[in-house]
Structure formats: structure tokens, C-alpha cells
């Protein structure tokens, strides 16, 4: 049986554009102690094949991070912000091979897909997800690319052409699908998921955070296949050592 000793903790910050405060992050943290040379017990946090990790991720919006189906991250920034791009980086122990998931959500209003609506830059949202793991040596574990595999869960708006409406609840069209049971647990089934699309920085035109973290060059900012009508997506991905 696996074993996982997760030790969350947040190094950074980010800056709204709306409001301007600082936010930092929510998971919890417990530090595994170093060894202790006056005693003959083994140290627990030592054991073979045990490694610390730090991730940094940014998205836009929104996301949060399951290893192996727990909880290790969430985004502190809410969803309910609309310019909630920034970076998030912390850390966690495990003994490979784990699970990632991954759930990753761009800022929408209402079901219509949009944003700001009402106001003259009434618009379709658009998404970004990037992420990197390192481990303590400092070398690459992980980066985000095509070899995740997603499953988009909203969809909107189908049709793009209501952009512009003056009444998008009514006129846009929108597609959901289920969040399905267990999603983030290791022995999920996910071999029907698409493998995620990769874009440039031009395509996706990262915003606050993004630079503050120096990225591993394999690190690809990912998506589902459309960065507008993708909303609200769920990605996987095994480390294997």
C-alpha cells in the first residue's frame, strides 16, 4: 500500500487587479521533523523512496490539486473573483508512483459562459493552466503537457456569436457533464479522457503571477481544446518516479 505524508505549505502571494490585496495560500502545512542523532528509532519521514516536492502552478482562474485523491491544494484566490490569475507554490512528501488531479476553472458569471456582462467589455472568458514539480535535489519531476489527460465538465457559450447579446442567460448555449465519482483517486479509469492541448504564451497571454515563478522550459501552459468555451476541466496525470 502506498504511503503519503503530505506537507502543504504556501511560499507566494498574488495581487488581484480589482481589489489589489495580497492573498496567500490555504493548505495546511505539517513539517516532517529531521532526523534526531541521539536516538536509534528510524526517522519515518526517511524511509526509501520517500521524496519532497515543490510544485508551482498558476492558472487562469482558478484550480486545486489531489495527490493520490487528497486534497493538497487549493487555489486562495476564489473563483468568484474575475481577475484571479496568480501563482500558487507549496509542498508535499510522497512516495512515487501517485496520482495527480487536478481541477482547473476559468471565471464565469452565470452558465452563458461570459463575463462582465452588462457592461461594455461584456466577453468570453478565456483559460491557462501551467505547473512544474520539483524535487528537493532540484531536479524535474513533472511539468504540465500534452501527456495529461482531461475531461471538460462546462462547456459555454456553444455558441459563440452571443457574445455580444443583451440577454446571454437566454441566448447562449451551454453543455455540462458530471463530475465523476472518484475522479481524483488513483485507480480511476480515465483511458477515455483527452490527452490536454498545449498553447503558446501569446495564445493564453498570461497575467499576474505568472512571472514570478522561473518555469521549467518543458513546462507547457495546457488547456482543454478550445481556451474560450473550456470552463471548468478535470486533469489527470501519474508520476511514476
Excluded at 54 to 79: K, Q
Excluded at 133 to 154: E, K, M, N, P, Q
Aim: glycine fraction near 6%; charged fraction near 20%; hydrophobic fraction near 35%.
Amino acid at each position: 500500500m502506498r504511503t503519503l505524508f503530505l506537507a502543504c505549505f504556501l511560499f507566494a502571494c498574488s495581487q488581484s487587479d480589482t481589489g489589489g490585496a495580497t492573498d496567500s495560500g490555504t493548505a495546511a502545512a505539517t513539517v516532517a521533523p529531521a532526523d534526531d542523532p541521539t536516538t536509534d528509532e528510524p526517522d519515518p519521514t526517511t524511509t526509501s523512496g520517500e521524496t519532497t516536492y515543490t510544485v508551482s502552478v498558476w492558472a487562469d482562474n482558478w484550480s486545486s490539486m489531489y495527490i493520490d485523491g487528497t486534497l493538497v491544494m487549493e487555489d486562495s484566490v476564489p473563483i468568484t473573483t474575475e481577475r484571479s490569475f496568480n501563482e500558487e507554490v507549496f509542498t508535499f512528501t510522497a512516495t512515487p508512483p501517485f496520482q495527480v488531479a487536478v481541477e482547473l476553472k476559468d471565471f464565469k458569471e452565470t452558465d452563458s459562459g461570459l463575463e462582465y456582462i452588462g457592461e461594455p467589455n461584456q466577453q468570453m472568458g478565456d483559460g491557462g493552466y501551467i505547473a512544474q514539480f520539483i524535487r528537493a535535489d532540484g531536479s524535474t519531476a513533472l511539468v504540465s503537457d500534452a501527456s495529461w489527460v482531461c475531461l471538460v465538465t462546462h462547456q459555454a457559450p456553444l455558441n459563440k456569436d452571443c457574445e455580444s447579446s443583451a440577454d446571454p442567460d437566454t441566448d447562449c448555449l451551454f453543455a455540462t457533464v458530471d463530475t465523476p465519482e472518484g475522479w481524483a483517486d488513483p485507480d480511476f479509469d480515465d483511458s477515455q479522457w483527452a490527452a490536454a492541448s498545449v498553447y503558446t504564451e501569446a495564445e493564453v497571454s498570461p497575467k499576474e503571477g505568472y512571472d514570478r515563478v522561473t518555469w521549467d522550459p518543458a513546462a507547457a501552459l495546457i488547456w482543454g481544446t478550445d481556451l474560450e468555451i473550456d470552463n471548468t476541466l478535470l486533469c489527470r496525470v501519474g508520476v511514476e518516479g
